[in-house]
């Protein structure tokens, strides 16, 4: 695996697991109601999509069980139309497709330090 590949699966894990960690216990209502919790998850979930949008070509096609092109789209979602971001989706990501993309990276990624 190239470095630079593996640097943004470790991105994308990082960033999952922040998300995760930040909105861990809370409700719905309480994930909208705190500004700072629902915007760096946000951030969280564009970044996540930088790091598949940077992911080469070669990689994400010998991986297919990732949802390449959904992370790439959500990310452009966010921030191209960040007045009109939704939050259903958002909540979504969090709470359902996270959790499943941090347990594909932990497979894909090395233990050890290539």
Known sequence: MPKSDLRFLGDML???RRAMTLSAGMTRQEFEANDAVLWACIHFIQVVGEGAFKTSA???A???E???EK???TRHRIVHDYSN???DVVWDVVQQHLPVLI???EQLIPSEPE
Do not use: G
């Open 66 to 68: 990732i949802p390449w």
């Open 62 to 64: 010998a991986h297919p």
């Open 14 to 16: 990082d960033f999952s």
């Open 58 to 60: 070669e990689y994400c």
């Open 103 to 105: 347990r594909q990276l």
């Open 85 to 87: 971001v939704d939050l």
């Open 71 to 73: 992370i790439r789209a």
